[in-house]
DNA sequence: GATGAATGAGTTTTCATTCAT
DNA sequence: GATGAATGAAAACTCATTCAT
């Protein structure tokens, strides 16, 4: 009896989260393409291929389903940015895996490369009743990491200490996130690589040379 | 009488333009605070003190309002940066002219600072009917301008060739605009004099030094 | 002063009556091309160079403008009528003439035409306050007319008595606004001249012999 | 089990349908008691009992809902035509058996009546789409085959060939029509069998007397 | 649990009409 | 008398959300 109840429901509960993850994923697909705006319940229950009802069972509401989409994909990038940061290496090298993780995964997810600018950058509104604040502490938190590494590097005199750690932090995703957003706009003419190229200078500078 | 009617003219004219300027800055206000799908036009009409129809009769439609304010703004933008830009000294000064000229214009008009990040980051959906071309190719061409600034440095011995001034411009944009999105997050946590922290350090590393 | 007078009024008069026709003739050709409810004031206004405010001098509203249209294109119709079926001849030869006039008159004023068919044909919605009763009584009093000739004709022993005078009048009529609608669709299938062919055969029929 | 089934779906169905129906029914009373511009998506709707998002899910917009009705109406129009004229008997007992049929159906459906008129006469404006020529097709399909059976009785000798049959078929339909608007404008003063006077006089006259 | 027909508040837009200059 | 900027009611249409089946 419990064998069956224990496979019973999983399998149930499998095919629930196959079929949220497919909302998701024709969700992402939709708002990246279109906007949150431009994009109703509708088009995605019939891109989805389920009826709008269905949508509803799942989330509470149109902005509950883009809270959930946008959550999955912010702990999605911290998880990669976790995986890099804790690479092996010294400091200057972790730093390096993450920037070219971060390509990776966005150069490789368009859809979640759109969102994720359209939701850190322009100033959100929208008031996505809170979204925002969860996003920047979230955000916060990945910038503290990184910070962190920074600051390891300093007090290992790998680093000079010309900057707050924090604020070494900021450059570099300024750095990237501008060479991620040229990219997109014209990989021919911006291929992300370029990034080296300028974060290499970035690197040299603030490095301690024996 | 011929005064008179010099007068006369321009006077309902004079009022037109104002009205049509009272209009534009309830607009700014209002996208700026709560984005262009959460403002509708009878809200702008009530908040300038208008009727529907009077907007109507100074824009073709929403999208006609939208795009001459973004224009206006851009413009202004861009004739401060020429400004700064042709300011007087050698190279280095004409930036550091600039930096702090685009820092003064958008931290005393947060409302054009929104909608400058809102509209130039962010992929902007919503195909405003080739807003975006149209401010795409006046950001261009801003960029060119500070781009010449770095050729004409390097010309002279002035900067390294580190980079091709291009991404000169486009990474001195980065730095001053994350600055800014910080200052507007948190104007006490991030004012905006600590850009030149960053951007004194930029300039040192690329400065050719006798 | 009494001469300056009768010479000053009537020279505004005539001004004035000048620009009244030469709205209406405005309003003639847009109702007649798109439609009562597809033009606006501001079209006839721009069209016939007028400001808005001159339409309201001239006419209350929009529906008074139309009305005075209407009203006098149906007197141009009657007057035309009037004169054929006054004209020398016997009665048959009174309504050739009537029938050739009247494919003159509109055939030679296309919008005049379709105003004709807009107004007595297709039950006339639009309740423009009475005006189709109006016009109505002035068809009628058309219709009266003919109905006379054919009368007058009956009573000569011209014509046979085989309906009443009205139903020949209505058939007669019936006859010639079909063939002007033709025309009207299609002038070089179905020319107005075709018209007579019918109306031979028609006259044939109700005529005594010797 | 099946018969579950096969019930279970169709009755969705066919409440669907009868919903649509209730919606044209209605649109059909207003229409033709006040015209297509006097009636608004929302009055239909509160007729129809109906919610106005109701009507968009049924119909694209305004226009597609016009459309569908009047094509509803041609077709049955034309189907009464097709019944009647393939009804028993020699050529001028079909094109009796029409005139009769004719009337009945119009004068049992006074709105469908009102929009023939407005339809078929006075020169449509609104450019509904093509819906015009969509219709002037259908007609023209009518007048067709009026016109072959007037040229199978000339073929047999049954009629004069006095006018090709197309016009006798415009003649015919010219005069019942007429007779239709006359009893549709005072019922008592002109009831429709008055029709009759006039089209024995037509058809005594095209007959070929042995 | 899934469905999709029904809802109706809310949005953009039009246009006849007024009235201060 | 002419003007045209301002008005605002009313129209067409959308779409997030509900709920009976």
Redesign the interface.
């Given at each position: 009896m419990q064998q069956k109840k224990k496979k019973a429901l999983p399998r149930k509960d499998r095919q629930k989260q196959y079929h949220r993850k497919q909302i998701l994923n024709t969700a992402l697909d939709l708002f990246s393409?279109?906007?949150y705006?431009?994009i109703s319940m509708h088009k995605i229950a019939k891109e989805a291929e389920f009826s709008v009802g269905t949508l509803y069972n799942f989330f509470s509401d149109k902005e509950d389903l883009y809270r959930a989409l946008i959550t999955e994909l912010a702990l999605e990038f911290l998880d990669c940015m976790k995986k890099a940061l804790g690479s092996p290496g010294d400091e200057a090298e972790k730093l390096h895996t993450y920037i070219v993780a971060k390509g990776r995964l966005f150069t490789n997810n368009i859809p979640m490369l759109?969102i994720y600018?359209?939701e850190t950058?322009?100033?959100s509104?929208?008031?996505k009743a809170g979204l925002d604040k969860e996003l920047?502490a979230l955000y916060e938190k990945g910038l503290q990491q990184i910070s962190l590494v920074f600051k390891s590097g300093m007090d290992k005199g790998l680093f000079k200490k010309?900057?707050e750690p924090y604020?070494m932090a900021?450059?570099l995703?300024?750095?990237t996130?501008?060479f991620l957003?040229?990219w997109?706009e014209d990989p021919q003419r911006h291929p992300y690589e370029?990034v080296e190229?300028?974060t290499r200078?970035f690197f040299e500078?603030i490095r301690n040379h024996p």
């Open positions: 393409k279109y906007g705006h431009n759109r600018f359209s950058r322009g100033s509104f929208d008031a920047r010309l900057l604020y900021i450059v995703e300024s750095i996130n501008t957003f040229l997109l370029k190229d300028v200078l500078n």
